[in-house]
């Protein structure tokens, strides 16, 4: 058994166990494998261990995997900034967008999605801890920006992606993923109807499960240690 697939079963057990622990059942949850930085091929060797949803945060890195790899039926998230000069070829080529981040990309996506595909389906992201670094609309400000996004043509608002401040800490994480919880549940309760919790990573992602994520984005713990040029 190769690395990559000894390590994707392995995640699966955790995140059984996980849901488990959280009295949830593990077939609510969607692993999507984080391939930045790793090539075409260790992505083809993820799809031999039986992953099939994959996500990007590189528009350029990306397609030029899905070119490598058009052979296989992979599902591509879009999950990292996006600029607005990026927008077009985004639109263009992934069925679904995480990083959502201002009510302009969401606009220029929709008028970008080409009419023989169906609606993107798309995350607001949620600035859940206030960092300055960090991408993502305030709590605050989301109940609006949700609302405005969700009566754009040629999208489907899904639900809320975060990625909270690192702590080694499980009780600060699931306090930061309860919230973006709770955001989702009081949008719902104004008449949005969003099913999507994109939460938790390598390092979190069993607090994120307890806290109801319905999607995960694991890199590390499936293709290992990154090195950056």
């Known amino acids: 058994m190769t690395t990559i697939a000894s390590n994707l079963q392995a995640m699966r057990a955790a995140i059984h166990e996980a849901a488990h622990a959280a009295g949830r059942e593990d077939t609510n949850i969607t692993l999507l494998a984080v391939s930045k930085n790793f090539p075409a091929e260790a992505v083809r060797s993820a799809y031999h261990a039986g992953q099939h949803f994959f996500a990007e945060n590189y528009l350029q890195e990306a397609l030029d995997k899905m070119s490598a790899l058009h052979d296989l039926p992979l599902e591509w998230h879009f999950i990292g900034p996006i600029q607005s000069n990026k927008t077009r070829a985004i639109a263009e ?31 607001l992201q949620v600035n859940i801890s206030d960092e300055d670094t960090k991408s993502g609309v305030s ?89 950056y040029s």
């Open 93 to 123: 080529n992934f069925p679904w967008v995480h990083s959502v981040d201002r009510l302009k990309v969401a606009e220029r996506l929709s008028a970008q999605r080409p009419e023989h595909l169906p609606a993107l389906q798309v995350c």
């Open 139 to 227: 709590i605050a400000e989301a109940p609006l920006v949700a609302a405005q996004i969700a009566r754009l043509p040629r999208l489907k608002l899904r639900g809320l992606m975060a990625v909270p401040a690192p702590t080694d800490d499980i009780h600060t994480q699931r306090g930061a993923f309860a919230t973006l919880r709770e955001l989702l549940q009081n949008l719902n309760q104004q008449g949005l109807q969003l099913d999507t919790l994109s939460m938790g990573m390598s390092q979190d992602f069993a607090a994120a499960i307890m806290e109801g994520a319905t999607m995960i984005r694991i890199g590390t713990a499936i293709f290992g240690n990154r090195t």
